[in-house]
Nanobody
């Protein structure tokens, strides 16, 4: 069964860095693109970044471009999100996701809180 488990969230001061990880299982990880989304308090869930299965293509939301970097390790079935120069407005629950056989799967989310 498809499972996605995020980890690495926590409390960090503005300007600091944090790396999130997502451990995947239950599907052929290397065949699928992976995504990161986030949902801030009182706001809709928004897309953050995507990495293709071949790692050739990456894409970022404008709000995080140049600060966040997505990567994956297909041998470990893991996708990561390196977050640098964090801002208070980056505070959110972060989710990894994948569309597997036309169905969207989501992890449980990990909380990132950025303090001023």
């Amino acid at each position: 069964q498809v499972q996605l488990v995020e980890s690495g969230g926590g409390l960090v001061q503005a300007g600091g860095s944090l790396t999130l990880s997502c451990q995947a299982s239950g599907f052929t990880f290397s065949d699928y693109a992976m995504n990161w989304f986030r949902q801030a308090p009182g706001k809709e869930r928004e897309w953050v970044a995507t990495i293709s299965s071949t790692i050739i293509d990456v894409a970022y939301a404008g709000a995080v471009k140049g600060r966040f970097f997505i990567s994956r390790d297909n041998a470990k079935n893991m996708v990561s999100l390196q977050m640098n120069n964090l801002r208070v407005e980056d505070t959110a629950v972060y989710y990894c996701s994948a569309r597997v056989r036309r169905i969207d799967y989501w992890g449980q989310g990990t909380q990132v809180t950025v303090s001023s």
